[in-house]
């Protein structure tokens, strides 16, 4: 049934009036009388009756008018849907990321996405790296965010750079340095990430270049783990800029270190599907910020 007719007609019931109907929806009066006429044809009953030079509903009109009435209230909100929809105002974004971004990275970012979307809702999964590539077969996530390296068979891959930053503890020795280097820190106990990283065996390329030797009593996997252990003054560590500024409040000292121990990551999503308008727009905040 065309939805057209089912507007004219709830129209002219609301206003009694063809010719108010004709205005209310913009078209001419002709138009109107033309749509409730086929409209009375495909039903196959009269909806009005004449009464004082104005329309009257039926008996049957008005049954009619209930159900057009609510038939095209669920029309007027499937529009309102698409519109969100299509705008990226409603729907689900699942995003599966390492542990250090989903502690890090994606909290005020996805805050932020939510602040301009009250339709949209988010899930955030947190797996291994490893896992988190593993995972998109599946189909059970939008956006992966992973450590490098990262299988680009099937994905569209976007990689990433940081510099570490080095955390020490408050009241430090060396906190009135500027900049710190392996040659500073080489007689200061340090908490090392975990070997499973890829951090370790660059810190380890570089102080071995500098000839310095790395006081390493403890290990941690997680740079979040890394930041409350140096909080605690168990030693001084190298982390993502990201982390060093998410537990800032923890009283830890950021100093850039030379020379340069770079983090990777990879934002990714599947090759053989252009993601949602939501997941493209969540693309866009996340490479503004790690673009900085």
Not at 181 to 196: D, H
Not at 207 to 233: D, M, W
Not at 274 to 284: D, I, T
């Amino acid at each position: 049934m065309d939805v057209k007719l089912l507007e004219a007609f709830r129209a002219v019931v609301d206003t009694r009036s063809v010719t108010a109907a004709a205005q209310a929806m913009g078209i001419t009066q002709p138009a109107v009388s033309s749509q409730i006429a086929k409209l009375e044809e495909s039903v196959g009953f009269s909806l009005f009756e004449r009464s004082g030079g104005r329309l009257k509903p039926t008996p049957e009109g008005l049954l009619f008018y209930a159900e057009a009435s609510r038939v095209l209230g669920e029309v007027d909100r499937l529009a309102s849907t698409t519109a969100q929809i299509r705008e990226g105002q409603s729907g689900r974004l699942v995003i599966a990321s390492h542990p250090s971004a989903a502690i890090s990275l994606l909290p005020p970012l996805v805050a932020e996405f939510l602040r301009e979307r009250p339709g949209v809702s988010v899930r955030l999964i947190s797996r291994h790296s490893d896992v988190v590539s593993q995972l998109l077969p599946s189909e059970s996530f939008d956006i992966g965010i992973a450590e490098l390296p990262i299988d680009e068979t099937d994905v569209t891959l976007v990689k990433y750079q940081m510099r570490c930053v080095a955390i020490l503890p408050p009241r430090h020795a060396l906190t009135s340095r500027k900049v710190v280097t392996p040659k500073l820190l080489a007689e200061y106990p340090m908490v090392m990430p975990a070997r499973s990283h890829q951090v370790p065996n660059r810190i380890f390329a570089t102080f071995a270049a500098a000839g310095a030797q790395i006081n390493a009593v403890a290990e941690a996997e997680f740079f979040a783990s890394l930041c409350a252990l140096v909080s605690e003054g168990t030693g001084w560590s190298l982390v993502d800029p990201l982390s060093a500024a998410s537990f800032g409040h923890l009283g830890l000292v950021v100093r850039p270190f030379e020379p340069a121990v770079v983090y990777e990551i990879g934002v990714f999503h599947r090759r053989d599907r252009e993601p949602s308008v939501l997941a493209a727009a969540f693309l866009e905040l996340l490479d503004g910020k790690l673009n900085r």
